[in-house]
């Protein structure tokens, strides 16, 4: 039970990650956007206690430290944005740059919860060992 609990809340933090970044990128706010925002971020937490254990600990802190990095310090919002400007400035490339760098910004909001989840559960782990 608890891993179908976590398998939907990752589908479920995935399709709002997406939304959220879609709506951002066409500036649609609402009283419901920080709403979301904070059930994006217990989604997070739901898929790092239940979802994430055993021997797939160690890939998913990888991947999940490499995605952040990438979009987060690798200030993929900012290269998005100046890529959308381009030099021509087409539209379609303008509103392209804004949803991808919205939607790359909420996936953080969804893993960076689970991965700070997983890495305590995976120290307390390596405590108990010794």
């Known amino acids: 039970m608890e891993k ?5 809340s990752f589908i479920g933090g995935i399709a709002l990650a997406l939304l959220l970044g879609i ?12 709403w979301l925002g904070s059930l994006l971020v217990v ?3 739901i ?3 239940l979802n994430v254990a055993g021997k797939e600990t160690k890939e998913f802190l990888l991947v999940a430290t490499v995605l952040i990095i990438a979009v987060g310090m690798g200030n993929a919002g900012t290269v998005l944005g100046i890529v ?8 379609s490339v303008v509103v392209l740059g804004k949803l991808l760098s919205g939607i790359l910004t909420q996936i953080l909001a969804f893993v960076i919860p689970a991965t700070v989840v997983v890495a305590l559960k995976d120290i307390a782990a390596l ?3 010794q």
Request: glycine share 14%; net charge positive; no cysteine.
């Open 4 to 8: 179908k609990v976590g398998h939907y």
């Open 23 to 34: 709506l951002s990128a066409f500036d649609v706010s609402g009283a419901y956007t920080p």
């Open 43 to 45: 989604l997070g937490l």
């Open 47 to 49: 898929v790092g206690f």
């Open 84 to 91: 959308a400007k381009g030099v021509v400035e087409p539209q």
């Open 127 to 129: 405590a108990k060992v």
